[in-house]
């Protein structure tokens, strides 16, 4: 997913944020937007750095993991140590299959090509992945991120199979910033993977939600290493700024941002915690 240009600087933090729609969204503890920071195929860097980042300023995050990433097994303790730091460990398959017949996909192994993967195997293949996830965190509700965006297997659409095991599913490209709160399908969240983006950049980006009172989806692969990467220095900056800028922006993982949501959609003024 192509990373997106950065949106305009905000305006005045006491001009009350509203939807498309023309309402407030009511964000909890009058929050003007929601951050998800997410990052998928648990790559090493993630590990490296950033969970401490986020750690050390007190930020909490989803990780969208591939089972069969080796990562997973050399390094099974850290992971199970983010999840008791209280990041999300979501739901990214077993096998990262992707469609081989998009563009520049040379990179695909065939035997992972969504496109000769039965809708049936990949339903029971990302199922399987949930019961691996429980035994890692000891979770049951969970989401999941489509990977490359594709669900289109060979047989059909998968993911109306997996749906109702997820409480919300991230599922293809956008600008990171959603439209319009009550109108968003938690089955389709369009999300932004940054690449190579600076600082400055990704906070625009974040203010630009605060300008609709939505909310922003990040997904992240390498912070600092790794394919696909974020600098570290990029990352500290974001981070950074949601830290210090709390009262403006709730960061939370995507599974409580999404059940929050769930309830409050068609909720103009008042909103009802979650847990």
């Not at 192994?109 to 199922?127: I, K």
Request: glycine content about 8%; charged content about 20%; hydrophobic content about 40%.
């Amino acid at each position: 997913m192509a990373a997106q240009e950065a949106a305009a600087p905000v305006a005045g933090s006491d001009r009350a944020a509203r939807t498309v729609s023309g309402a407030p969204f009511p964000w909890p503890h009058g929050a003007r937007a929601a951050v998800s920071l997410a990052y998928d195929d648990a790559a090493p860097s993630q590990l490296d750095n950033a969970i401490p980042a986020l750690n050390r300023h007190g930020l909490k995050a989803s990780f969208y993991l591939e089972l069969a990433s080796p990562t997973i097994a050399q390094r099974m303790e850290e992971w199970r140590a983010a999840a008791r730091a209280g990041h999300e460990l979501g739901n990214h398959s077993l096998f990262h299959q992707c469609s081989g017949s998009q563009p520049d996909r040379a990179w695909l192994q065939p035997r992972r090509d969504l496109d000769t993967t039965l809708a049936g195997q990949m339903q029971e293949q990302v199922l399987l992945a949930n019961t691996l996830l429980q035994a890692l965190d000891g979770e049951h509700e969970r989401t999941y991120t489509v990977p490359c965006g594709d669900h289109v297997a060979r047989g059909g659409d998968y993911l109306p199979l997996v749906r109702a095991s997820f409480v919300a599913i991230k599922a293809g490209p956008g600008s990171g910033v959603i439209d319009d709160m009550r109108t968003l399908d938690p089955y389709a969240v369009p999300v932004l993977a940054p690449v190579g983006l600076t600082g400055a950049q990704l906070i625009a980006i974040v203010q630009r939600a605060a300008q609709r009172g939505t909310m922003v989806n990040f997904t992240f692969h390498g912070i600092g290493g790794d394919h696909l990467a974020t600098s570290n220095e990029a990352h500290e900056e974001l981070l950074r700024y949601l830290a210090a800028h709390r009262g403006e922006y709730w960061t939370d993982t995507f599974r409580s941002i999404m059940k929050y949501v769930k309830v409050n959609q068609d909720k103009p003024t008042q909103y009802k915690e979650t847990k």
